[in-house]
């Protein structure tokens, strides 16, 4: 940071929707293949491997807070690490993306699920945030995060990532009860998994429904809504919950009716009628595109701008692009965009 | 149709907001690979063979009239077919997508595109216009349509279609008056080709900017916004125009601000939602998921009926699918929609 000395509790107090000397920002995948250090440990270890090694995973999690100077570090894992123990055969295919060798496509598949214990099967995570928490020193909070219930059961379905969601849109209009049955597994899969998160030491949670866009209000308030309402109730209360999701402009109320006391947003509606339709009583995360990192250095100023012009200086502003970093992002604008945010909101 | 007679009237009526017997509906893509007839034809000839033989592609055109009693034909061809004559090597690669050889990238790749004349270059589209209107033989309206100048242009940068359009993102951010010269020729292009399809016989036109929803209302208004409305503004007047678009639930007022006289919407926003927003100055055109029509012909009457309560009988209401109707959806469904549709808005 050039005249910005980071605060600590800025991340945390804006969650809060609290005043803070400048607006907080961090960045989703910041510890990620747009980093030359991230790429060193990559070619050595499998992404699976690196996940499952918590000496290396913490090392992650806190490079970008050297790096870049953001206000918080977010644990190095993956949404999916919480399908393995379920024994459907997880598999990070290199070039591919994940696969799911067994997909739950009936009833019978959900049945099939194993149940598992979060503290033996994904121990690594939860030693991991320890290692995090540790090592970060308090510079800065660190945020724990899981798949949303929706997004972890399409990728069940489908078999991984999907252009239309067939047969996960199949599945709750031809057996609602086996829908039911699978949301309701994920959903206290993914609180206690959360939970003991929080218990290690993060200092609050992300839960991502990064595909939540693809349904139509109808199909989300019906089959999404209540199981993401129970993953959230049950998290640890008085720890803030940032509930993140994309494309998802037109259903923003009931995405926000689902819980949250940060209402993640993507960069495809304005933050100040994002923030609007959620309501002032909850905070707001987002939203710059994160191809705008591609930018010259003056234009992402400009472009950070006039985010922090829609949040208007209120509290409960979270600054972050509006989906994950990309791979080929220039580093260098990524520090560029980092100082803007906290250079142009410091009050 | 089982209970109503098509109406010849019934759809053009409502792209004016006149008061129809019954609400018409259409499917886009509803000549294509889901239908039997379709696929025999496919395979014994190319697809781009197909569009460039207006007697074949004239039948592909009526099939789904006689097969679905759907309101309106529209006219069998593509969105890229407008690229081949720029010379940039068009390609439709098997189970690939289209391809572009070489794609613009830059001022001087934009200044390298190649003119030409519609009635010439693009004379089989216009011959398959002639054709189906004179078979359909005022039966139904007959539908011509286009590409938008920006989904065209991400066409023509990246090069096929894209996840995350970096490279277009980065034009129009980096070099702005290469990327105004690049709308404004598509937008020339696009106006001459959709005017030549309606003087050859085209009773109204569908805009297709079906990439939009990747861009923020900012970039939208700065960059697309302007040459889809030049686009627009330059369609002989009295013919309507559908301005439709996918994923824009956060941007609709300024697709709206673009023009059309009927605006499309995905199945991601509310259609009473959508319709508000647009104002009821302009008819709408949607939006049932086109995943819906894998579920049961009683779970459709569900859902259309859900659409028709949302559009409530007001005057300028097109049923349609909020994207284009998916391969492997079976006919049957698609023909139970149509009755469907029919029947629970018959007046």
Known sequence: MTNTTINNQAFLAACRREKTPYTPVWLMRQAGRYMEEYRKLRAQYGFLELCKRPELAAEITLTPVERLGVDAAILFADILLILEPMGVGLEYAAGDGPVIHRPVRSAVDVDRLKE???????????????????????????????????????????????????????????????????MQRLSSAVAAYLNAQIAAGAQAVQLFDSWAGCLSPGDYEQFVLPHTRSTIAAITSGVPVIHFSTGTSGLLKSIRAAGGDVIGVDWRVNLDEAWQQVGYDVAIQGNLDPVALFASPKEIRSRVADVLRRASDRPGHIFNLGHGILPETPVENVVAMVEAVHELSAR
């Open 116 to 182: 598992f214990k979060v503290d033996k099967e994904l121990s690594f995570v939860i030693e991991t945030v320890k290692k995090a928490r540790a090592s970060l020193g308090g510079k800065v909070p660190l945020i724990g995060f899981a798949g949303a219930p929706f997004t972890l059961a399409s990728y069940l379905i489908e078999g991984g990532s999907s252009r239309n969601y067939v047969h996960t849109k199949q599945l709750f209009c031809s057996d609602p009860s086996a829908w039911i049955r699978l």
